[in-house]
């Protein structure tokens, strides 16, 4: 991966609604480039991964999160070539 991924930060945003801005963010990147997503844990996180690995996109949780347990999650996401 080269270079710092785009990055954008859901958390606090309600599901769908943090679905469909990282749907957003994700079109203008070319493919193969890389998104991280900070967003909040359990559902919000289930959602948003699930929803893009349906589109095609590379998901990954960067593990440990540099968040403190309860401030969210970060996800890496490759974008599709399609």
């Known amino acids: 991966m080269g270079g710092s991924p785009a990055a954008l930060d859901l958390r606090g945003t309600p599901c ?3 679905f469909i801005r990282a749907r957003l963010a994700l079109e203008p990147l070319p493919p193969g480039s890389w998104l991280q997503i900070d967003l909040d844990g359990g559902e919000p996180e289930q959602m948003v991964s699930e929803g893009l690995r349906n589109e095609g996109h590379a ?7 540099p968040f403190a347990p309860g401030d969210g999650v970060r996800l890496l996401v490759r974008r599709d070539g399609g």
Request: net charge neutral; aromatic share 0%.
């Open 16 to 18: 769908p609604v943090n």
């Open 59 to 65: 998901v990954q949780r960067v593990d440990p999160s």
